[in-house]
């Protein structure tokens, strides 16, 4: 199908977290505040800057997980993820039976792209009632399919972050980390390879600014979520995913033209499809 200015379109790539289901959910609070116990029960880091480096290992590294790796912390992914998810009071997200039948009317590809777990992704589209709206979901395990086997105690160094950033060392480097995620280029193209998409013909939706900015430069077409301010950068800006037909009419009028198309001329192969 095509959209404005000759764009075709075969693939819509959703992230999970506050674009799936809105902010106003309150678990994006609860998962900050269970990724801090991580850190201060499990990883020893002192609770009077656990906030402080929970935000700028986030804004480092594009999770604070990822950021955690990657100054030095050892730890099973599983773990992780059972700790900062596995308390979490999923009946905060609500059915949504509106974006349900959106999701529904639209026979493009459809695929979720997360940096969260399976298993969040799991819970969180059953409770909206659209996991069987997609083809498949791009999630950590995906990207990061094993945890890295720990370090003997001896030779766990902790890179002091917070100092390096407020007094940067001439030379020094930041630490990457080990492990894939949004908004990096690598983690991208990683997830686009391994669900065959097409950047050009694919229509990201996210509400992080810096995952749009990224997907916009390996040339995906992009829909910011959760404000209806435009950015440079975001081809569009949605408050709700429930405004996608407001802002991509395109999407449905192409998708009316090309139903009409295969009903004419391949009714025996759209049958045996279904089937
Ligand atoms: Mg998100």
Request: hydrophobic share 40%; aromatic share 6%.
């Amino acid at each position: 199908m095509e959209l404005g200015q000759g764009l075709k379109c075969d693939c819509l790539l959703f992230d999970l977290d506050d674009t799936l289901y809105p902010l106003t959910t309150g678990i994006a609070p609860d998962i900050m505040n269970n990724i801090q116990d991580y850190m201060v029960h499990k990883l020893g880091v002192d609770d009077t800057i656990s906030l402080e480096l929970c935000i700028l290992l986030y804004k480092q590294y594009g999770t604070t997980m990822a950021g955690l790796r990657a100054v030095g912390y050892q730890f099973d992914y599983d773990d992780y993820h059972s700790f900062v998810h596995g308390t979490l009071s999923y009946e905060k997200i609500k059915p949504d039976p509106v974006l349900r039948s959106i999701l529904l009317s639209l026979p493009i590809r459809k695929l979720v792209f997360t940096n969260g777990d399976r298993a969040h992704a799991s819970m969180a589209l059953k409770r909206l009632g659209i996991e069987d709206c997609f083809e498949a979901v791009v999630c950590f395990e995906t990207l990061n399919p094993t945890s890295p086997p720990p370090l003997p105690a001896e030779e766990l160094q902790i890179f002091d972050i917070m100092k390096h950033l407020a007094h940067p060392e001439h030379g020094v480097e930041l630490p990457k980390s080990p492990i894939l995620c949004k908004p990096s280029r690598d983690a991208m193209m990683q997830a686009l390879k391994v669900a065959s998409i097409n950047p050009q013909t694919t229509i990201l939706f996210d509400d992080s600014f810096r995952n749009i900015e990224a997907a916009k430069q390996i040339g995906m077409h992009t829909v910011l979520v959760g404000t209806s301010e435009r950015r440079k950068g975001a081809d569009h800006a949605l408050e709700s995913l429930h405004n996608m037909k407001e802002a991509l009419p395109e999407l449905w009028e192409e998708a009316e033209k090309d139903e009409d198309v295969r009903n004419s001329s391949k009714v025996g192969i759209e049958t045996s499809v279904i089937a």
